[in-house]
């Protein structure tokens, strides 16, 4: 009998997705789905209208105005203000945060658009990293814990080694020291000759998942990946659910 408990009861918990690359409308339903059945959160889910591939239209983000934690995988949006100014808002209250792989470059406005500080400022003022370039389509992952990492509670029951099909994104020279804790580091696996891959100066290891505090003060788990089969791999699945606990102070029971 699959086991349930109420440690997420009372908690609302915001999944924002956004992207119209790794099916997220489709992945992040069912972690908020076991978050709920699981452990009792309630959970709202919202996805980019008509389709992923509208950049400018997410309904229901005053959902974030109750929300007790926000979800976001989200990829070159360009919310009108009224909308982003609910994201805006939770994150000045000091609320938490976890992002998904292409958060990291969650939004793409015009160079003359007042919102443009956001297009780099979510990776890096939220999410501890933005968007740099990565290893090739065709390349894989290879995961393990970071050193000294082991007994942080997001990586309870999490082996110390995994494989998943996410190609690895460069995120160093981010995270910065003593701003974060990295908890997996990723290497690459067969990258794609593009042209730096396999440079002497091209480091082929870079975190995969880190914690930080956001700059409203609020906690911070980011995880680069993402991709549509890892969320087959019970692996990645706890993970997420791990980082929902710590991210609103909850315990894993």
């Excluded at 110390?160 to 020279?173: A, G, K, N």
């Excluded at 995270?175 to 480091?203: F, M, R």
Aim: aromatic share 12%.
């Amino acid at each position: 009998m699959e086991s349930s408990n109420d440690s997420l009861k009372g908690y609302h918990l915001v999944f924002v997705c956004g992207e119209d690359e790794y099916e997220s409308e489709n992945t992040m339903p069912r972690i908020a789905e076991e978050a709920a059945r699981k452990h009792g959160a309630s959970v709202t889910v919202l996805t980019a209208y008509p389709s992923a591939a509208n950049p400018e239209n997410i309904p229901g983000l005053e959902a974030l105005l109750t929300a007790d934690l926000a979800v976001f995988y989200i990829r070159f949006r360009q919310l009108p203000q009224e909308q982003f100014r609910y994201i805006s808002d939770y994150l000045e209250a000091g609320k938490p945060v976890i992002g998904l792989r292409t958060s990291t470059h969650g939004f793409q406005y015009p160079e003359d658009h007042p919102l443009v500080r956001w297009n780099d400022g979510f990776g890096i003022d939220v999410l501890g990293a933005p968007w740099i370039r990565h290893f090739g389509h065709s390349s894989s992952t290879s995961v393990s814990i970071a050193w000294g990492a082991g007994n942080h509670p997001i990586l309870e029951g999490i082996p110390t080694h995994f494989e998943c099909r996410s190609w690895l994104y460069q995120v160093l020279p981010y995270p910065q020291v003593g701003d974060t804790t990295p908890l997996l580091n990723g290497a690459t696996v067969n990258p794609e000759d593009n042209g730096w891959s396999y440079t002497s100066e091209t480091p082929r290891v870079h975190p995969v998942a880190w914690t930080r505090t956001h700059f409203g003060g609020g906690r911070v788990f980011t995880t680069t990946m993402g991709h549509p089969d890892d969320f087959e791999l019970p692996e990645f699945r706890r993970l997420l659910l791990n980082g929902i606990h710590w991210a609103v102070g909850a315990e894993y029971l």
